[in-house]
Protein backbone atom coordinates (compact mmCIF):
# COMPACT_ATOMS: atom_id res chain seq x y z
CA UNK A 1 0.00 0.00 0.00
CA UNK A 2 1.33 2.95 -1.15
CA UNK A 3 1.55 5.89 1.31
CA UNK A 4 1.07 10.03 0.26
CA UNK A 5 2.09 12.51 2.78
CA UNK A 6 1.12 16.16 1.92
CA UNK A 7 1.72 19.09 2.84
CA UNK A 8 2.18 22.92 1.72
CA UNK A 9 -1.63 24.17 2.11
CA UNK A 10 -3.28 26.99 4.07
CA UNK A 11 -4.78 30.35 3.54
CA UNK A 12 -3.46 33.10 1.42
CA UNK A 13 -4.33 36.09 0.20
CA UNK A 14 -6.23 36.67 -3.88
CA UNK A 15 -2.90 36.72 -6.20
CA UNK A 16 -0.52 35.29 -3.99
CA UNK A 17 1.08 31.75 -4.19
CA UNK A 18 1.72 28.45 -2.60
CA UNK A 19 3.61 25.24 -3.14
CA UNK A 20 1.90 21.64 -2.51
CA UNK A 21 3.98 18.86 -1.54
CA UNK A 22 3.21 15.42 -1.92
CA UNK A 23 6.08 12.77 -0.81
CA UNK A 24 5.59 9.24 -1.92
CA UNK A 25 6.75 6.07 -0.33
CA UNK A 26 7.70 4.10 -3.26
CA UNK A 27 9.21 5.45 -6.37
CA UNK A 28 7.20 7.52 -8.62
CA UNK A 29 8.16 6.20 -11.77
CA UNK A 30 6.08 2.72 -10.27
CA UNK A 31 3.07 4.95 -11.61
CA UNK A 32 1.41 5.58 -14.44
CA UNK A 33 1.10 9.64 -13.72
CA UNK A 34 0.86 11.36 -10.52
CA UNK A 35 -1.92 13.96 -10.28
CA UNK A 36 -3.64 16.54 -7.94
CA UNK A 37 -7.65 17.06 -7.75
CA UNK A 38 -9.48 19.22 -6.26
CA UNK A 39 -13.06 19.57 -4.37
CA UNK A 40 -14.80 22.67 -3.36
CA UNK A 41 -18.18 22.64 -0.68
CA UNK A 42 -20.68 21.11 -2.66
CA UNK A 43 -18.76 20.23 -5.95
CA UNK A 44 -17.39 17.34 -7.41
CA UNK A 45 -13.72 16.46 -6.67
CA UNK A 46 -12.15 17.38 -10.36
CA UNK A 47 -8.77 17.06 -11.76
CA UNK A 48 -6.54 19.82 -11.49
CA UNK A 49 -3.28 18.58 -13.11
CA UNK A 50 -1.63 15.35 -14.12
CA UNK A 51 1.84 13.86 -14.56
CA UNK A 52 2.66 11.05 -16.57
CA UNK A 53 5.97 8.75 -16.31
CA UNK A 54 6.90 9.79 -19.75
CA UNK A 55 7.12 13.52 -18.68
CA UNK A 56 3.65 14.71 -20.48
CA UNK A 57 1.36 17.46 -18.28
CA UNK A 58 -2.46 18.09 -18.59
CA UNK A 59 -3.53 20.68 -16.68
CA UNK A 60 -7.46 21.76 -15.76
CA UNK A 61 -8.70 24.90 -18.37
CA UNK A 62 -9.27 27.23 -15.18
CA UNK A 63 -5.57 26.33 -13.69
CA UNK A 64 -3.81 26.87 -17.36
CA UNK A 65 -0.83 29.55 -16.86
CA UNK A 66 -1.40 29.64 -13.33
CA UNK A 67 -0.32 26.40 -11.74
CA UNK A 68 2.84 24.00 -12.62
CA UNK A 69 3.17 20.52 -11.15
CA UNK A 70 6.57 19.28 -11.36
CA UNK A 71 8.65 16.13 -9.59
CA UNK A 72 11.86 15.26 -7.92
CA UNK A 73 12.36 11.67 -8.78
CA UNK A 74 15.04 11.22 -5.98
CA UNK A 75 13.05 12.61 -3.17
CA UNK A 76 10.22 10.95 -5.09
CA UNK A 77 8.24 13.76 -4.21
CA UNK A 78 5.51 15.57 -6.58
CA UNK A 79 4.80 19.53 -6.21
CA UNK A 80 1.89 21.63 -7.78
CA UNK A 81 3.31 25.42 -7.61
CA UNK A 82 0.16 27.86 -7.08
CA UNK A 83 0.04 31.21 -8.64
CA UNK A 84 -1.98 33.72 -9.05
CA UNK A 85 -4.37 32.01 -6.93
CA UNK A 86 -8.41 32.95 -7.31
CA UNK A 87 -11.08 32.83 -4.37
CA UNK A 88 -12.69 29.95 -6.51
CA UNK A 89 -9.26 27.69 -6.44
CA UNK A 90 -10.15 27.14 -2.85
CA UNK A 91 -10.75 23.64 -2.08
CA UNK A 92 -9.37 20.60 -0.34
CA UNK A 93 -6.36 19.06 -2.81
CA UNK A 94 -5.49 16.02 -3.05
CA UNK A 95 -2.36 14.17 -4.30
CA UNK A 96 -3.22 11.10 -6.31
CA UNK A 97 -0.89 7.78 -7.13
CA UNK A 98 -2.31 6.03 -10.30
CA UNK A 99 -0.77 2.41 -11.27
CA UNK A 100 -2.28 2.72 -14.82
CA UNK A 101 -4.19 4.65 -17.14
CA UNK A 102 -7.54 2.66 -16.17
CA UNK A 103 -6.91 2.73 -12.17
CA UNK A 104 -8.15 5.09 -10.14
CA UNK A 105 -5.08 5.30 -8.30
CA UNK A 106 -4.60 5.78 -4.53
CA UNK A 107 -5.15 9.48 -2.52
CA UNK A 108 -3.40 11.27 -0.32
CA UNK A 109 -5.20 12.70 3.10
CA UNK A 110 -5.78 15.99 1.50
CA UNK A 111 -5.30 19.58 2.82
CA UNK A 112 -7.20 22.99 2.66
CA UNK A 113 -6.39 25.30 0.50
CA UNK A 114 -8.51 29.10 1.59
CA UNK A 115 -7.78 31.82 -1.41
CA UNK A 116 -9.43 34.85 0.64
CA UNK A 117 -8.60 38.28 2.13
Known amino acids: QVQLVESGGGLVQPGGSLRRSCAVS????????MGWYRQAPGKQRELVAT???????NYADSVKGRFAISRNTGKNTVYLQMDRLKPEDTAVYYC???????????WGPGTQVTVSS
Open 26 to 33: KSIFSFYA
Open 51 to 57: LTKGGST
Open 96 to 106: NAQESALAVGS
